[in-house]
C-alpha cells in the first residue's frame, strides 16, 4: 500500500463516518494490545461506525483500497483474535458504538442487540423484562456480544443453556463486499437452506462481520442452590456428575471441577477466601449449582444419598446466598487471583469427551512430569462440559521463569494429550493468532481444505481478519 | 452421457460394491418415488454401499464419469429431497445398509450412530442404556438419522431439546470428491474453526452425504404427564404458553395447539378417537405434555391456576398413561386421517416468531377467504416453537378437485403471509424440489447469492443432489 492510498483511504473514512470516529496515534493505542497485553499490534486507523451501514462502507472503502478489516467488540479475547498485526497496514472496526438493544419478545422470548452491546447490559435487559439471558462468563461486564458470537463464548451455564451458538436464533452480518445480510430472524426452526447463522458464529471475523443477533430468552429461575463436594477419585467426580443429571435433570445448571492443587493455591494465595471445605483432604472437589423452584431441596437430598452411597466423600450446601456468593467467588475470582500471586501459569482451554477425563488427567499429569518433574498441573473447569482450564504452574524448585521457557513445549503436549483423548484444543476461547499455528497438527489436511474452500468462497480478498484462524 | 459411460459406470460400481448392491429395474423403483407418491424419478442405478468407505468409493466412481448422486436414507422426506429427477442420469445412493450403532458412552451421554439407523433404533439403544435420545417424529419408525441431519428434523420435543441440529455434536461425512471428513467428535465444546457440522446438517446431501452422527443423549425422564387444554382465543393459549414456560421450566416437554375446526374434522371423520374435551365449545386447544419426577402434580396445578385466572377455559389432565396415549393419538395419527378421509388437503410446514402467531393466523384466514370463500384452515403445530402445519381444506360447497386447482395460489398466499410475520416457508421439512421456486421469492438475492457461494466452493461440480434447495 502506497502511503497516498493510505491517506486517500482515511479521507474517506473520515468522511463517511466522522472526522471524530477515525482516530490513530494515542487514542488508538488500547485497541491495538490484547487484554493479556501480550500483543501490540498497528493500525493505519481505529474506526468506530454507529451502524451497520457505517460499518458495511467501512467494508466497502477498505476493499477497494485493498486494505484488511480487524473487526473488535470488547477487546476481552484471550487468543488474539482482535488484534492487528505490526504490520500497521489493516484498519481496527471498533462495534463498540453499535451498543443498542433494538428489541424484547418477551412473548416469543427473544432479544435483538447490536453486536457493540456488553454482555452484562443484555443480561440486564434481560431480566429487567422478567427473563434469563443465560449466557455467563468472567468478562461479562466488558465483552461485546458480537465477540461472544464470533468465538462461540462459552461459560458456566453451557451445562444448562449451550454456548452463544446455541443461544442464538438469528444474525445480522456484513459480508466482505460490504453487503448487509438481514438474518434477524426469531424463529426456533427455520430449515430453508444452509445455516449461515452457524458459519459466522465461531469464525472469529474472517467471513464478515455480526452486527446483530437476536438471541433466545428463558425464564428466571425462581431460585439457586450451590453445593460444593469432595470426591475422592475422578471416576466418582463422574460418576456423581452422572447421578446429578439423572436426578436434577436441567435443574442441575453448573457443574465445576477443581483440582485439591488448585485450592491449596487458593489457601495459600488467597487466604481471606473462604474454604467451603477446609481439610482439602481430597483429590477432587465441584461446585454446583442448581436452578428451580424446589432445587435446594433436591440438592440436598442428592448430596445426602451420595454422601451415604460413597459417591461423595464430604459435601458442604450453601446455607444462606452470601454462603453461595462465596462458593461462586473462590471458583470465579479466588482461583486466578491465586494463580497471578503464584508467578502465572501456562494456560490451556481443553475439552475432551466426558468419559475420557480420567484418562486424559492421569497421562498428562505423568507426561508433565517426564517433561520436567515438579510442575504442577492446575485442573479446574467445566466438567458437565468436558471442558478443563489444565493450567501448569511452575515446579517449585525452580525459577518461574523455567516454566516459561517451557511454554511452547507443554502446550504442545497438553494438546497432543486432548487430542489423542478424542479432544479440542480450544473449548471455548477460540483460535485467533495464539493456536492458529498449532491447528494443522490437530485437524485433519481435509477439515482444514474444507475450511480454506469456504474462506475463499466468502472472502475471497482475504481481506477479513487475515492470520487468524486458518 | 454415453451408454459407454453409464455401462462402465455400472460395471465400476458393481465391481467395488459387489453385484448384488447395484440395483436396476424393479428393484431400485421403491426408491425412485418419494413416501406421498407426486414423484416419479429414475436413475441409472440404485447402489447400497455397507460403510463410509464404500460411500466414499462411489462417489469417486460417480465423479469420474460426471454423474449425479442422489443420496437417500429411510425415504419418507416431505419435499421430495431424496427422489432422483426423471431423466434418469443420476445414481441413487440408498444408505439403508450403513444401520449400526457404532457406540453408547454413557458417562459422556453420548451415541454414535450410522447414517442408515432408523430413528426408532436410535431411540431404543438409547433407551437400552438408560438414556432419553428425544428426536421423535411421525415417521421414527422408517426415517433414518441421516435423513434427519439431511432435513435438520424436528418434531415434538423440540421446545424442551432442540431439532436434529441442537442434538448432534459430530459427523462423519463424504465430500463430493469422495473424500472421508471424521469429525465424529463427542465434544460438547470445540471452538476450532469454521462449524463444518452446522453447515452439513440442513444441506439436504447437496453438499455431500452424512454417513454418521455422534450424538447427544439424556436422562430417561422419570415420568410424563399429559394435559389437554381449552382456550377462548389464540391471546389466551400465547398467555398460558409464556406461563407453563415460567412455571414448568425444563419440564414442559410439549404444547401443541390444535384449532377447533381441526377437532371437529377428527370428530366427524374419526368417531372412534376420544376428545379429551368434547364439548368443542372454543376456538383454539393446547396438547401438553411435562416430564419429571413431580411434573403431574405442577401441571395439575398450572391448569388449576389457568382455570380460575381466566387464561384457560376448559383443561382435563389425563388420569392414566392410557388416557394420555389418546391424547396423543388424537395429535399423531387421527388428525393425519381426519384430512385424509376428508379429500385430503394443501399442507404447509411454516414457523413464525410465536408473539406473530395470532397476526399470521388472522392475516391468512382472512386473505384465503378472499381467495375462495369456504376454503377452511386447519391449524395445528408446535405453538411452543412458533411452527404450525396450516393446511387449507376445501370449500365443503365445491368438489375437492377445485382446491387442489388453487394449490399453487394457497401454497404462494400462506408463505406470503408467514413471510410477511418475519416467518419461515419450511420449520422442518425443509426444501426439497417442492419449495426450491418459491426459496427465492422468501429468500434475499445476497442469502441466495452467499449460499450457492458456498454450494459452488464445497460441490463444484454440481453433482451432490443437484436440483435440490438452489
Not at 500483543?39 to 474506526?47: D, E, I, M, S, T
Not at 443429571?245 to 487458593?266: K, N, P, S, W
Request: glycine share 10%.
Amino acid at each position: 500500500m502506497t502511503a497516498g492510498v493510505a491517506e486517500s483511504l482515511l479521507a474517506a473514512l473520515r468522511a463517511r463516518l466522522g472526522q471524530e470516529w477515525v482516530w490513530t496515534g494515542a487514542d488508538a493505542e488500547p485497541f491495538l494490545t490484547d487484554q493479556r497485553r501480550l500483543l501490540h499490534g498497528r493500525a493505519l486507523a481505529v474506526v468506530r461506525p454507529a451502524d451497520a451501514e457505517e460499518v458495511a462502507a467501512v467494508l466497502r472503502l477498505c476493499r477497494a483500497a485493498g486494505v484488511p478489516v480487524v473487526p473488535q467488540g470488547g477487546n476481552t479475547g484471550l487468543m488474539g483474535g482482535a488484534t492487528p498485526d505490526a504490520s500497521g497496514q489493516a484498519v481496527l472496526l471498533s462495534l463498540g458504538r453499535l451498543n443498542r438493544v433494538l428489541a424484547v419478545d418477551t412473548d416469543n422470548d427473544t432479544i435483538t442487540v447490536q453486536a457493540g452491546c456488553v454482555l452484562a447490559n443484555v443480561q440486564e435487559a434481560a431480566s429487567q423484562a422478567n427473563r434469563l439471558f443465560p449466557l455467563s462468563l468472567g468478562s461479562e461486564g466488558s465483552c461485546t456480544l458480537g465477540g461472544n458470537l464470533s468465538t462461540n463464548a462459552g461459560g458456566t451455564q453451557v451445562l444448562r443453556y449451550g454456548n452463544a451458538r446455541d443461544l442464538t436464533l438469528g444474525l445480522e452480518v456484513v459480508t466482505a463486499e460490504g453487503e448487509i445480510w438481514n438474518g434477524l430472524r426469531g424463529l426456533r426452526k427455520d430449515n430453508t437452506g444452509y445455516s449461515l447463522r452457524d458459519l459466522y458464529i465461531g469464525s472469529e471475523g474472517t467471513l464478515g462481520v455480526i452486527t446483530a443477533a437476536t438471541l433466545k430468552l428463558y425464564p428466571l429461575p425462581a431460585g439457586q442452590d450451590s453445593a460444593f463436594v469432595a470426591f475422592a477419585s475422578i471416576e466418582s467426580a463422574l460418576a456423581f456428575l452422572s447421578l446429578a443429571r439423572q436426578r436434577l435433570g436441567a435443574a442441575l445448571t453448573a457443574f465445576e471441577l477443581i483440582g485439591q492443587a488448585v485450592l491449596a493455591l487458593v489457601a495459600r494465595h488467597v487466604p481471606e477466601q473462604p474454604q467451603p471445605l477446609p481439610a482439602l483432604a481430597q483429590p477432587w472437589y465441584a461446585l454446583l449449582e442448581t436452578s428451580g423452584d424446589d432445587s435446594g431441596a433436591a440438592l440436598l437430598q442428592l448430596a445426602q444419598d451420595a454422601l451415604e452411597a460413597g459417591v461423595v466423600a464430604d459435601a458442604a450446601v450453601a446455607q444462606s446466598l452470601q454462603q453461595a456468593s462465596a462458593f461462586w467467588r473462590l471458583r470465579d475470582e479466588a482461583i486466578g487471583v491465586a494463580q497471578a500471586r503464584d508467578g502465572g501459569n501456562v494456560k490451556h482451554d481443553i475439552s475432551v469427551p466426558i468419559s475420557r477425563v480420567p484418562m486424559f488427567l492421569q497421562n498428562t499429569a505423568q507426561a508433565l512430569q517426564a517433561l520436567q518433574p515438579g510442575l504442577r498441573p492446575m485442573a479446574f473447569g467445566h466438567l458437565g462440559d468436558g471442558n478443563l482450564h489444565y493450567n501448569v504452574s511452575h515446579d517449585p524448585g525452580q525459577p518461574v521463569a523455567r516454566l516459561f521457557e517451557l511454554e511452547e513445549r507443554i502446550h504442545d503436549l497438553v494438546h497432543a494429550q486432548a487430542h489423542a483423548q478424542g479432544g479440542s484444543i480450544s473449548a471455548e476461547h477460540g483460535i485467533g493468532q495464539f493456536k492458529r499455528d498449532a491447528l494443522p497438527r490437530f485437524k485433519s489436511p481435509l477439515e482444514l481444505a474444507l475450511m480454506r474452500r469456504i474462506k475463499q468462497a466468502l472472502d475471497p480478498l482475504n481481506l477479513m481478519n487475515p492470520g487468524k484462524v486458518l
